[in-house]
């Protein structure tokens, strides 16, 4: 059993900046793909970046390519950040970090282990 937990939401500007983190109970970059998603009010969740286990390679929704960054501390092998930058309101969700027996993917259903989500507020 995997326990995510994540850190970092909070209240920002648009135009603004977060990180957040990710923590997982185990090492588990050598077994796992890493994503993240997020669930804005009154909508589906949907996926925001995946990143593999080597950390090599990462994916990354339309919507927030170019703005956010998704990161792996591979000293630790237990920790996954999402770096969010040139927030908008329409960033405003609960976001939740996850883990994949593949190696990368950006299917919600490809994943096992999932966080209770942090919630970032953008506002304008």
């Known amino acids: 059993q995997v326990q995510l937990v994540e850190s970092g939401g909070g209240l920002v500007q648009a135009g603004g900046s977060l990180r957040l983190s990710c923590a997982a109970s185990v090492r588990t970059f050598s077994d796992y793909g890493m994503g993240w998603f997020r669930q804005p009010p009154g909508k589906e969740r949907e996926f925001v970046a995946a990143i593999s286990w080597s950390g090599g390679s990462s994916y990354y929704a339309d919507s927030v390519k170019g703005r956010f960054t998704i990161s792996s501390d591979n000293a630790a092998k237990n920790l996954v950040y999402l770096q969010m930058d040139s927030l908008s309101p329409e960033d405003t969700a609960v976001y939740y970090c996850?883990?994949?027996?593949?190696?990368?993917?950006?299917?919600?259903?490809?994943?096992?282990?999932w966080g209770r989500g942090t919630q970032v507020t953008v506002s304008s």
């Open positions: 996850a883990a994949t027996r593949s190696y990368i993917s950006n299917l919600s259903n490809e994943y096992v282990y």
